[in-house]
């Protein structure tokens, strides 16, 4: 694991204040740290970035593309789960996202359980490393 991070620390990136309070409240009544943001440049700039564990990003937003910020991790060389989340059915969607990197692509529709599920394996195989 990188130094700094906190092996429970989410960050969660989504341009909707409803999803990012729900994604904090489900996220911390399971035990994860969790910051919010409303854009990617917010993410950046908020000094969390290297402590996170697992970065939960909507591939869509206006202004921004979430797979954009897959590829800076690329080039700066931070790796860390990124899990992508879309409301979009198209299968276009699902290849951009594996090209850039992505640890998984969520439909929105999938529910909470799945995204507790997600994190929580992707973290848990993460200490196993």
């Known amino acids: 694991m990188r130094s700094g991070v906190e092996k429970r620390a989410v960050s969660v990136v989504h341009e909707y204040t409803s999803v990012r309070q729900a994604a904090r409240k489900l996220l911390q009544s399971s035990g994860f740290n969790v910051d919010t943001f409303a854009s990617v440049e917010g993410f950046l700039e908020s000094g ?54 992505a640890t998984d692509l969520m439909h929105a529709a999938n529910g909470a359980q799945a995204l507790l599920d997600c994190i929580g394996s992707i973290l848990s195989l993460k200490e196993t490393l």
Not at 50 to 69: I, S
Not at 80 to 92: C, D, E, G, L, R
């Open 48 to 101: 969390r970035v290297d402590r996170t564990a697992c970065l939960v990003v909507d591939v869509e937003m206006p202004f921004e593309d979430g797979l954009l910020l897959q590829g800076y991790f690329a080039c700066t060389g931070r790796r860390f789960p990124v899990i992508f989340v879309t409301a979009s059915p198209y299968q276009n969607v699902r290849e951009r996202a594996v090209q850039a990197g």
